[in-house]
């Protein structure tokens, strides 16, 4: 269920679609980054994890982020560098929510 919430929102093996959410999340990602879209950001991870179906495998799930994966530790990290809580609109709450069915994944 999580890949294909990746892929409807906009996130394929062919790139990101343009005029979905994938095309909006990178449009604010590469504008809040002076025009560029980091490695390692929201945008990266969920086009890699698009275009190889490999949402649920690296932890992401629709029920939520699966422990000893590398989504947490993503999370981990990311909650470290932020004084211990996770950021909203973070990397790790922006693949989650996307591989959830939010921020318009599903339809």
């Given at each position: 269920?999580?890949?294909?919430?990746?892929h409807?929102?906009?996130?394929?093996?062919?790139?990101?679609?343009?005029?979905?959410?994938?095309?909006?999340?990178?449009?604010?990602?590469?504008r809040?980054?002076?025009?560029?879209?980091p490695?390692?950001?929201?945008?990266?991870?969920?086009?890699?994890?698009?275009?190889?179906?490999?949402?649920?495998?690296?932890?992401?799930?629709?029920?939520?982020?699966?422990?000893?994966?590398?989504?947490?530790?993503?999370?981990?990290?990311?909650?470290?560098?932020?004084?211990?809580?996770?950021?909203?609109?973070?990397?790790?709450?922006?693949?989650?929510?996307?591989?959830?069915?939010?921020?318009?994944?599903?339809?």
């Open positions: 269920m999580s890949d294909g919430n990746v409807r929102a906009g996130y394929t093996s062919s790139g990101i679609t343009k005029g979905s959410t994938a095309s909006k999340i990178m449009s604010n990602e590469a809040s980054h002076g025009g560029s879209v490695s390692g950001g929201a945008t990266s991870k969920l086009q890699e994890m698009g275009a190889r179906s490999s949402t649920h495998s690296s932890g992401y799930t629709s029920s939520g982020i699966t422990g000893g994966s590398k989504a947490s530790s993503r999370m981990s990290d990311e909650a470290h560098s932020h004084g211990g809580g996770v950021p909203k609109g973070g990397t790790t709450s922006t693949v989650q929510s996307v591989s959830m069915g939010g921020k318009r994944g599903t339809h």
